[in-house]
């Protein structure tokens, strides 16, 4: 009898799991069919969309496809939105507050999301660095320290007052902001050509290359997205959000290149503490010079005095010196002295991937 009530119940629950096993691909398909649903009626309900208030022509069958090719798109990479939700909150109230002082429309923050993905290292195959991708030669000629040792294009304050001054140049140019960011991606030179070439001064009426036409769009579509995330099923906590790490700046001047790790031990950090807030420092040490720097929020108090001392620490070296002749090699100084080639890279503190320049010092024998 107990045999055939266990045999009854073991029937029932293996008819159950054949039930579920059979109606879980049509439940997958339901969940599809659904959530397509919802991402269909997040484009169809977009009824008006504007760049800097000025409105895009969404009457036209075709203006409207380019903006939902966008907006589907970034919707079906929710991975990356919701980085880009989570960064804004570290990065948006200082370009806002930027873009406020310097009398420029709020949207172009928007720019720096396409560009960069609010990334402070980001670089394009092209060279492009920072937050709003500059090249090089735009960088300096924008205001824009760019060496081998500092590069402000990863400055986040330096750099988005340098946007702010080559956008401004670009609406002067061009007259409206969506000429202004689409010579923003393509440069202005090549803009003037299609615009000379093809007669029309209107973004929307304008033939370009495939990237250009598809950038202002994208900006509108983060914009839409990033203004009201819930409306694309992404809701957001406040705890979900990156806060910025609270710091105060100071001037400092160094007589001779200074560590890094001196800075970080005036300041009572670390390394990478120092490195994170001061993004355009490259490598190890901060170049002979003035700088202001930023340092983490109470380690102001005292920092001058003991940073005096961190100076003092690290004064050069005072030994033999070698003076850099026409063909010389930093392998053929280290042999003609007899001296390990990583020991004089040390000492002198210099990039092996550099060029001598002749007549520069290097020390070849540090003093005892």
Same mark, same amino acid.
Request: glycine share 8%.
């Given at each position: 009898m107990l045999s055939s009530k266990y045999g009854d119940v073991m029937s029932r629950i293996f008819s159950i799991l054949w039930l579920i096993l059979l109606l879980w691909p049509f439940s997958l398909h339901a969940e599809e069919s659904n959530e397509a649903r919802i991402i269909l009626e997040t484009v169809r309900d977009i009824d008006s969309a504007?760049?800097?208030? *000025?409105?895009? $022509? @969404?009457?036209?069958? *075709? +203006? #409207?496809? #380019? @903006? *939902? @090719?966008? +907006?589907l798109l970034m919707q079906g990479d929710r991975a990356q939105t919701i980085l880009w939700l989570k960064r804004s909150s570290k990065y948006f109230p200082i370009i806002s507050s930027i873009l406020k002082q310097e009398g420029l429309p709020d949207d172009l923050k928007y720019i720096s999301v396409i560009e960069s993905a609010l990334r402070p290292h980001a670089k394009s195959n092209k060279g492009a660095v920072g937050y709003w991708q500059f090249i090089q030669s735009t960088a300096k000629k924008f205001g824009l320290t760019v060496t081998d040792h500092i590069d402000q294009r990863n400055n986040i304050y330096l750099s988005t007052a340098a946007a702010c001054r080559y956008l401004k140049f670009l609406?002067?140019?061009? =007259?409206?902001?969506?000429?202004? !960011? !689409?010579?923003?991606? +393509? =440069?202005?030179?090549?803009?003037? #050509?299609?615009?000379?070439? /093809?007669? !029309?001064?209107?973004?929307?009426?304008?033939?370009? $290359?495939? *990237?250009? /036409? #598809?950038y202002v769009f994208r900006i509108i579509a983060v914009k839409l997205i990033m203004q009201s995330p819930d409306r694309y099923g992404i809701v957001m906590k406040p705890e979900d959000y990156y806060m910025p790490v609270p710091f105060e700046r100071t001037m400092i001047k160094c007589n001779y290149n200074i560590p890094i790790k001196a800075v970080a031990d005036a300041a009572g950090t670390d390394y990478k503490m120092i490195k994170d807030l001061n993004p355009e420092i490259k490598g190890d040490y901060i170049v002979k010079g003035s700088y202001e720097i930023a340092l983490p929020k109470g380690a102001l108090n005292n920092f001058h005095k003991r940073f005096t001392k961190e100076l003092k620490n690290n004064e050069p070296a005072k030994g033999e010196y070698y003076i850099v002749e026409l =063909?010389?090699?930093?392998? =053929?100084? !280290?042999?003609?002295f007899d001296i390990p080639l990583s020991a004089l890279i040390e000492w002198n503190?210099?990039? $092996?991937? &550099?060029?001598?320049?002749?007549?520069? &010092? @290097?020390?070849? &024998? $540090?003093?005892h």
């Open positions: 504007d760049f800097c208030g *000025e409105f895009v $022509p @969404l009457n036209s069958d *075709e +203006m #409207r496809e #380019r @903006l *939902e @090719l966008e +907006m609406y002067e140019k061009f =007259g409206s902001w969506s000429l202004a !960011a !689409a010579a923003y991606n +393509m =440069g202005e030179n090549g803009l003037d #050509r299609i615009i000379l070439n /093809q007669g !029309a001064l209107n973004f929307y009426r304008l033939y370009l $290359p495939y *990237e250009t /036409q #598809r =063909g010389d090699t930093l392998y =053929g100084i !280290a042999a003609k503190k210099i990039d $092996p991937k &550099k060029n001598l320049h002749v007549n520069e &010092k @290097l020390l070849i &024998k $540090p003093p």
